[in-house]
């Protein structure tokens, strides 16, 4: 019988506010996740502020506890760090929050909320519902709701979806999807969204 290993390429912290190229630090996170040790992998903060690419020199895992070295290899800076953060954000900062979001109208809202499930066709065409995290909504709002009337944003609870939610990648990093209906109840907030007088929505 085989096991599971699961890679990690990015070491979240703030506890490295200072660091020198060349020299080797100690690290300790909680989970089962291992990091590649052949080829370098990313230092950022927890807010996925860019900070190095690193290359661990050890690491043990024992009752859940990840602890080891890394040496630093190559800092980032200006706007080098401005441009990977951005990609940082973008590809990865959904998968942190504890929710993710839909936009709707209000008339899909209320059928759902007289269902107690909010259902679309693309269950039926692709096998999912789009969702989004938070990063990507002004895009997808400026894409594709400009002429939805009294447009929302549905916030939902990952940890309430009954569905089978996946992260896969399209335009512009990675996205949630969620493979069936979704249950009414995950729907934990509602929040009204209007164009800008250029005719944009900023979210």
Same mark, same amino acid.
Not at 73 to 91: G, K, L
């Given at each position: ?8 390429? *990015?070491?979240? &912290?703030?506890?490295?506010p ?10 300790s996170?909680?989970g ?5 040790? &052949?080829?370098?992998? +990313? ?10 690419? *690193?290359? *661990?020199t ?9 602890t080891? !070295? ?5 800092? $980032?800076?200006?706007?080098?760090q401005?441009?990977?953060?951005v990609?940082f954000?973008?590809? $990865?900062?959904?998968?942190?929050d504890?929710?993710i979001?839909l936009? &709707?109208s209000?008339?899909e809202y ?8 909010? &259902?679309?066709d ?12 938070k ?5 997808i ?10 447009p ?7 940890k ?5 939610v996946k +992260?896969?990648p399209a335009?512009g990093?990675? $996205?949630?999807?969620? $493979? ?12 009204k *969204?209007?164009l800008? !007088?250029d ?5």
């Amino acid at each position: 019988m085989g096991f599971k290993v699961e890679i990690n390429s *990015i070491l979240r &912290s703030d506890e490295y506010p200072t660091i020198e190229r060349g020299k080797e630090y100690s690290f300790s996170k909680k989970g089962s996740r291992v990091f590649f040790d &052949s080829i370098p992998v +990313w230092l950022t903060k927890k807010d996925w502020t860019a900070q190095a690419e *690193i290359s *661990i020199t050890s690491q043990t895992l024992k009752n859940n506890t990840l602890t080891g !070295t890394f040496r630093v290899d190559y800092i $980032y800076d200006d706007a080098e760090q401005a441009a990977v953060t951005v990609m940082f954000v973008r590809m $990865y900062a959904g998968l942190s929050d504890p929710f993710i979001y839909l936009l &709707s109208s209000q008339q899909e809202y209320q059928t759902a909320q007289t269902n107690g499930m909010l &259902s679309r066709d693309s269950i039926a065409e692709e096998g999912f519902i789009h969702a989004a995290p938070k990063s990507q909504l002004t895009r997808i709002a400026n894409k594709y709701y400009k002429n939805t009337v009294e447009p929302l944003i549905l916030v939902v609870d990952k940890k309430k979806v009954e569905a089978l939610v996946k +992260w896969e990648p399209a335009t512009g990093g990675l $996205y949630p999807h969620i $493979y069936g209906i979704l249950n009414f109840d995950a729907i934990v907030d509602v929040q009204k *969204i209007a164009l800008n !007088t250029d005719g944009q929505y900023a979210l």
